[in-house]
């Protein structure tokens, strides 16, 4: 056997090639189908496509804030936990309550914050967040979100993929897919951590079993947010696009051979690092936004740099055409010293997040821009000590059964508050918003109907929201 | 943190396929990667004879394991002039992709040998393992 027959027999791809009948044209073949295409080889994934119907919202940025901020401490006050601070829940509320390694039996945890009414509407937010609490006349405050995940990974899978396992694609991945990307220079679905990184990782913005090319973007939190935007030594522009065109030509003959998708995706990722080449150190450059723009977002220096940098971006991504932009910070997961830990997050958050809406809102792009801030979940109203010898040390546990996220922008209603927690904030009593039920609402503000955003895999239609969720009404502007 | 290696001290449950602009910007931009296409250009200078098709069948063989298709020959012959008239345009460029004289070889060769290398060393046959 030559070394061209061993090669024929042992690749997967020419697996595809040989197989009778093809099955790597059959792969392909599906493929334009669902594109909803011809079988011409040369598609773009990212052409923009119409949405279901007339959408309020053109992009999105979601503000991840990792490990399940402290809704009782930020944006639900409780007075009600005072008296019963230091003592255990009522029996009635824990008989029934499993979760994983909650104590039911802890005693119950008053928050320390002064809560004050903001803007017309009055909404109450906590002294930690007074930016945030500027913007209250914007902003939908749902108080009665839930979960059905009790730890971080899966609750976040929950939150971007829709389903506790890993495999599905994100919602980015999911909006990116059913809009496609107006921007031709820039990724369609960019990802900016800043912080310590969230447990979830790479399957918070991945395209599950959709073509990769939906899959989102990371630029890098420190240093340049993205590097080798310059050509070796030697090499010019022009050279540079002489190379990509063959390339690109040879690639294709690969592509039309076997058929497989992630060539196709390879193709264009190669097209839009070209064009990223010229675009990309443009978008980084912020020497023309003005003294007051920088100071408002608080870029220079002190603890809002890095979110305020990354804040900053996503408001000239949002201007370039990016479709879904998300800003994850990490962690909030405060099981200890809660107190300290959540001022120190909202000193690095609050300012900025602030900045982003008002910043928005004055270049009148807050009307096609949908803003949603919040975790995986919230956290507990009984104590959480580590370490019995300190209890000023004291924190808070998971708590998926009762949270608060907020919403802004294009397709919401700001200025109210949705939903209502009991007197100890232990469960929802009124208006209750699960995950799918969020998730439903932002693809409508995209013109999106969630149902009908599918993508067929093994053998059966899949989509963001699985087999529930409802859009909320009450949201909608 | 561009190719998504796993943390190696954790378990990792799935690896996530990524395809991104970003790895295309390294695959192509990144010093370590421009001398690995010099070195490669180097190569096929010393160890192929003179004649285009002899260093393109070599090249081939050292990075797929294979021989160029016909057609595959015709478009990197294409672009081998494209890419010696862009040299001849713009002298100067010449010396930054290939800084080395190899006897019997004109630099301009050379140079442009380097961006063809370049373009194999980022084939998706030749970073997807087939």
Redesign the interface.
Known sequence: MD??QF?RIQ????FFQECAGGVGIMALAQLMEQEGRGAALDVNPLAPKPPHFAPKAKNVIFMFMEGGPSQIDLFDPKPGLEKWSGKPLPPSMTKDLRLAFTKPNAAVLASPRKFQPYGKSGIEFSDYIPHIGSCADDLCLVRSMFTDAFNHHPGQLLLFGGSIQ??RPTMGAWVLYGLGSESQNL?GFVVLGSGVGTSGG??NW??GFLP??Y?G????SSGDP???????????R???R??L???K???Q???AETGDV??A???S??E??FR??MAGPELLDFSKESPETLEMYGVKDGPTKQFATNCLLARRMVERGVRFVMLTDASWDDHTDLNRKLKRHCDAADQPTAALIKDLKQRGLLDSTLVVWGGEFGRTPMVEIRDPRDENNAGRDHHPLAYSMFLAGGGIRGGQVIGKTDELCMNVVEDRVHVHDLQATILHCLGLEHTRLTYHHMGRDFRLTDVAGNVVGKMLG | ??F?APNSNLSC??R???????????L????VF?EAAQGLAYRVMQESSGAFRDRLNYAYDVTL??AP?A??AE??G??FD??LR?LGE?PQ?????FPNQIAGVPQIDA?AWV?LS??LL????F????
């Open positions: 070394r061209e090669r690749t997967r791809r020419s890993v495999g990724p790479t399957s991945s395209s990769s090319t899959r973007v990371v630029l890098r993205v590097l080798y935007l310059s050509n070796p030594p030697g090499v010019t022009d050279m540079q002489a190379e065109d063959a390339l030509d040879l690639n003959e690969h592509y992630e060539i995706s390879r193709i990722s190669y839009l690092a990223m080449q | 943190m561009t998504d449950t799935r996530e396929r990524t395809n991104t602009p970003l790895q295309a910007l390294n192509m931009n990144d010093p421009f394991g294979r298709s057609h595959e478009r990197m294409k672009y494209e890419t862009h713009s460029t010449v010396s930054a992709l140079a961006e370049r373009v980022n084939l998706d046959e970073i997807t393992r087939e």
